[in-house]
């Protein structure tokens, strides 16, 4: 099975066939099981509360499961915005899509604290094919600074990571079936790099990966926050990083909120991306909507004024120079 970068990379890289205002099925979709997040972190804009924060109906997620899998969807991630470990029924939400719908990979993304052996167990049980702790802080002081939740969780979330690789190994030990375990980390600039460096030495032993990311902006709504320089757009992970225009989630992943919205963005906290309502359209007619088409095009041309992107490439030239793109 292909690790996580590749994985990432595969997803972010344009190719001829996705630089397209109509491009074919994506690779990838995200839907969001719940917008609710237990950390209140500076450089997400979720605290902010710009919509409405709940959980998406069951019924509805395995109606748009479904058609994800009938579409062509190979990938499914089961989170979006919010901390899905938040929401009860998150291993029957794995079981359904894969063993139900088949999807080839299962993947999920979580802050870790509430991601205890005994959840972890269930959805891995499940068929869960990745699971990937965002880890964003040295210490437990920097933890309560960044998320805005008591400092002693920072030890909670290392143990459930730890825990999380014991449990991976017992379970393919007794099913076959192994998830990849994975780890990312924001670089905010060299000088939290150097802070991090030891922390991340701590769980390197228990994570298949670990890798950095650039801070972004999220569609401009954090940009400059706390005093730090966004990257522009969202480029992917540092080492792989692509241009900020065209913006490849554009082309290459769907994003759905709990309610049924197909979202353009990777960050679209405040509704402003929404191209289709999955609840009275199908997915693939949303896919390729007037709106979609025409924000596409936008990016194509490199020139998105005037559009929903302008702020979030807003600062394209304040980027660190550790922020180099490729193609």
Known sequence: MAGI????????????????????????????????????????????????????????????????????????????????????????????????????????????????????????????????????????EQFREVTRVRASDFRRVVSNLRAARRVRDEVEGLTGHRCGLYASSIRYDDAQLARMEQAVQEILPFVDEHYWLPLYGQAGLTAGARGTVPSAGNQGRIGALRKPLPCWSLFTEGHVTYDGRLSACCFDHDGRFDMGDLTRQGFMEAWHSERFQALRRANLAEDVRGTVCEKCIAYEDAQPAHAAAVG
């Open 5 to 140: 970068t590749e994985r990432i990379d595969r997803i972010t890289r344009l190719t001829p066939a996705t630089r397209s205002t109509r491009p074919p099925v994506p690779r990838s979709v995200k839907i969001e099981l719940t917008a609710r997040c237990d950390f209140q972190c500076f450089f997400c804009a979720s605290a902010m509360r710009l919509r409405a924060k709940s959980d998406m109906d069951p019924a509805l997620f395995r109606r748009l499961v479904r058609e994800f899998r009938d579409s062509g969807v190979e990938e499914l991630g089961l989170f979006y915005l919010g901390e899905s470990f938040l929401c009860d029924w998150l291993p029957e939400a794995v079981r359904y899509a894969k063993r139900d719908c088949g999807f080839p990979y299962v993947f999920l993304t979580t802050n870790g604290r509430l991601a205890t052996p005994e959840r972890v167990r269930a959805c891995m049980q499940a068929g869960l094919d990745s699971l990937k702790f965002s880890f964003n802080f040295s210490d437990a």
